[in-house]
């Protein structure tokens, strides 16, 4: 999460007078208002009807981006050797969510393919420590999983696939 923050921040740096960025937990953050609320890939891992309602008082446009069973990554392919696997549905849930509750919602699904390069590969193994909750003993064993599972050039390289579902929700 602070990886991805600190990309947010830095791509949103010309737009700093127009966004904030909140880096507590969202059942931590204090009462907000704005003009949209945006929560891409954040909500994993929490409860979502606690989730939604919460970023739903917020704003009265939210932006919710979630990945789909379809999704298919390094990540992924690590997880399995370990028995780990990604928490899933989240989709599903907040679609049934939306629609138990009566509340107009829109969703589309953007897929995208690109190849992750690997160029120093002990990081790598360490960032899929950390993502996993794993200590950094397990870096070698995912450095061999790495190896032999990309393709290798002047650099390993993994064609990782992205299928997100975007929620845009109306209130």
Do not use: W
Not at 3 to 17: D, E, F, H, I
Not at 66 to 82: A, C, G, M, P
């Amino acid at each position: 999460a602070r990886g991805m923050r600190n990309v947010l921040t830095q791509n949103s740096v010309s737009l700093s007078s127009l966004v904030t960025i909140y880096p507590q937990p969202l059942e931590e953050l204090p009462p907000l208002k704005a003009d949209a609320c945006i929560a891409i890939h954040s909500i994993y891992g929490l409860n979502i009807p606690i989730a939604i309602t919460s970023i739903m008082k917020i704003a009265p446009i939210v932006l919710i981006a979630v990945r789909t069973e379809s999704t298919f990554t390094l990540s992924d392919v690590i997880r399995k050797y370990f028995n780990k696997d990604r928490q899933k549905q989240f989709s599903q849930k907040i679609s049934l969510y939306l629609q138990n509750h009566s509340i107009r919602f829109e969703k589309h699904t953007i897929h995208k393919t690109h190849t992750l390069k690997i160029f120093d590969i002990f990081h790598e193994a360490l960032f899929h420590c950390y993502a996993m909750g794993f200590d950094e003993s397990y870096a070698p064993q995912i450095i061999e999983i790495i190896k032999a599972h990309c393709k290798s050039d002047d650099f390993y390289y993994f064609e990782n696939v992205h299928d997100d579902d975007i929620f845009i929700v109306h209130q």
